[in-house]
T-cell receptor
Framework: LAKTTQPISMDSYEGQEVNITCSHN???????ITWYQQFPSQGPRFIIQ???TKVTNEVASLFIPADRKSSTLSLPRVSLSDTAVYYC????????????FGSGTRLQVQP | NAGVTQTPKFQVLKTGQSMTLQCAQD?????MSWYRQDPGMGLRLIHY???????DQGEVPNGYNVSRSTTEDFPLRLLSAAPSQTSVYFC?????????????FGPGTRLTVT
């Protein structure tokens, strides 16, 4: 499974846009890129997934360059409730659907 | 739909005791898995199952057993608890088949082994 690297932590203020970049140099041709969010004492929750170019949903955007060796999760106008750990994962399109989690990025949003 | 449910929410065991963590899903998902999360760390895969009667090991299977007699249930058994198994345990489920499928996680079981 492809290994991912992302910053350990980030700080932001309410109302700002936050971009979290993840590198995945060994991504396979059939791998998806997925981001999960985890609040303290809760299980991870799916945010967004993509294969290439740009994907947008009601909570985030995901930017994937043509070589797919990295991706950027963009959270527009963050609020205090966006304080969480964000995990970037690749894979999910094989018979083994279990995900490999890294340590994630701990986002702290200040008022 | 209740989604993925886990019981108990909290458990304290003494070293050497055994117990079963329960996981159930009502989404008719074929794929289920167990993860453990130590403080400040990401989730690590313990065991997974691609359908009833089929299980396989993940990254950290030692000390744990699983079985999958029905599509809905995927219990995790600790045969002889050790302090190193103190962790939060998450169960997850998803569909199989080609293409991307979101994983759904349960609320977790916080286990302390003294």
């Amino acid at each position: 499974l492809a290994k991912t690297t992302q910053p350990i932590s980030m700080d932001s203020y309410e109302g700002q846009e936050v971009n979290i970049t993840c590198s995945h140099n060994n991504i396979a041709t059939n791998d998806y890129i997925t981001w999960y969010q985890q609040f303290p004492s809760q299980g991870p929750r799916f945010i967004i997934q993509g294969y290439k170019t740009k994907v947008t949903n009601e909570v985030a955007s995901l930017f994937i360059p043509a070589d797919r060796k990295s991706s950027t999760l963009s959270l527009p106008r963050v609020s205090l409730s966006d304080t969480a750990v964000y995990y970037c994962l690749v894979g999910g399109n094989t018979g083994r659907r279990a995900l490999t989690f890294g340590s994630g990025t701990r986002l702290q949003v200040q008022p | 739909n209740a989604g993925v449910t886990q019981t108990p929410k909290f458990q304290v065991l003494k070293t050497g005791q055994s117990m079963t963590l329960q996981c159930a899903q009502d989404m008719n998902h074929e794929y289920m898995s167990w993860y453990r999360q130590d403080p400040g760390m990401g989730l690590r895969l313990i065991h997974y199952s691609v359908g009833a009667g089929i299980t396989d090991q993940g990254e950290v299977p030692n000390g744990y057993n699983v079985s999958r007699s029905t599509t809905e249930d995927f219990p995790l058994r600790l045969l002889s608890a050790a302090p190193s198994q103190t962790s939060v345990y998450f169960c997850a489920s998803t569909q199989t088949g080609t293409g991307f499928h979101e994983q759904y996680f349960g609320p977790g079981t916080r286990l302390t082994v003294t």
